[in-house]
């Protein structure tokens, strides 16, 4: 007689909490099936602009140490508002110097009217300045408008893009710009009570452009007299926000500074001019809309890198003509001049 092994009863109890979790299985994979396929309706509903805006969003999301969570939302919620929107413009048109010296890399003249490099990193043109003559001076990731009376540069122009790399190197020394006829030496600063302050940034170049790049950001071409409390404060976490926040963001952001030398706070014994302010201006042209930040910032600013609060210092781009004299995006029409630079933004980025 043959012996048969039964298999156990499953009990009911089981079969039935078995059936009940497929069925929430099921639940959950249709329910996320469905909240897919919603968010990319609406995703692929929105705008190209709207759509860059969204991925500049969850890019900052990612940036885990360098965005802080509540600037992403922030980015994906109001990006777009009180954006402009920007014809084509070329970001190195031509560029009339209005009797100005143009120099080389060598110090040799150019003609009058130049070209600029297809990389030369302006936006919509050079700022003009009626008021008199400056020398351009076009380095690797950065242009000099170079004030030869004040022995100063009236604005810097350069542009950062979204990098990643680690900068283990700074040059110790500030060099002398031997392609100008009578350049300051870094000498002309030591005992002033003035840091030798720079305009294009020594660490947003490097981390963008490389080494070479960056010892030219230490020529006394890219030097302003800065109190230490404001080239060590505010100015430095500027400097930070742009090229680790804003250039990771975006992209690509493109930055004019300088000083305000209508108002002076003295002059070095060496005939330096020492600006009572400095400007900056940040513009963001991602997802055919350009926006724009700009600021201004006090001589004797006491506001330390860890505490500045930013917005304080904002301030609209025709603030900054008024006081500068200069032209900012003279290759915008008239129209997209006048809507992006007559606003203050109540806050940064």
Request: some cysteine.
């Amino acid at each position: 007689m043959s012996k048969h092994k039964h298999k156990p009863k499953e009990d009911t109890h089981h079969r039935t909490a078995r059936a009940r979790r497929g069925g929430l299985l099921h639940l959950c994979v249709g329910l996320l099936a469905l909240l897919v396929a919603l968010v990319g309706t609406w995703y692929f509903s929105r705008t190209s602009a709207e759509r860059g805006c969204i991925q500049d969003a969850w890019r900052a999301l990612r940036m885990r140490g360098e965005v802080p969570l509540r600037e992403a939302l922030s980015d994906w919620f109001s990006r777009g508002r009180g954006s402009v929107e920007v014809p084509s413009v070329p970001h190195a048109p031509a560029v009339a110097m209005q009797g100005g010296l143009v120099l080389d890399d060598e110090g040799k003249p150019l003609r009058e009217r130049v070209t600029l490099p297809e990389n030369a990193p302006v936006y919509a043109g050079m700022p003009h300045f009626p008021e008199g003559d400056l020398t351009l001076l076009v380095n690797r990731a950065y242009c000099v408008g170079y004030d030869e009376i004040w022995r100063l540069p009236r604005w810097v122009a350069y542009r950062l893009m979204r990098a990643t790399g680690r900068v283990e190197w700074r040059p110790k020394e500030f060099q002398e710009d031997s392609r100008l006829p009578q350049p300051v030496l870094s000498a002309d600063y030591t005992g002033s009570g003035y840091d030798r302050g720079h305009l294009a940034p020594s660490w947003g170049i490097a981390r963008c452009f490389g080494r070479e790049a960056q010892i030219e950001t230490f020529l006394m071409t890219n030097v302003v007299p800065q109190r230490h409390e404001l080239n060590d404060g505010a100015w430095r976490a500027l400097e930070v926000r742009e090229a680790r926040n804003y250039a990771g963001r975006f992209g690509e952001i493109w930055v004019m500074a300088g000083p305000v030398v209508q108002q002076q706070a003295g002059i070095l014994r060496t005939g330096i001019l020492v600006p009572a302010q400095f400007y900056k201006i940040i513009l963001d042209a991602g997802h055919g809309r350009l926006r724009v930040l700009a600021f201004l910032f006090p001589q004797e600013c006491q506001d330390s890198f860890d505490d500045v609060q930013l917005d304080n210092y904002l301030t609209s781009v025709d603030r900054v003509e008024e006081l500068t004299g200069l032209d900012f995006f003279p290759e915008l029409p008239e129209d997209v001049q006048q809507a992006l630079e007559s606003k203050t933004p109540s806050r940064i980025w």
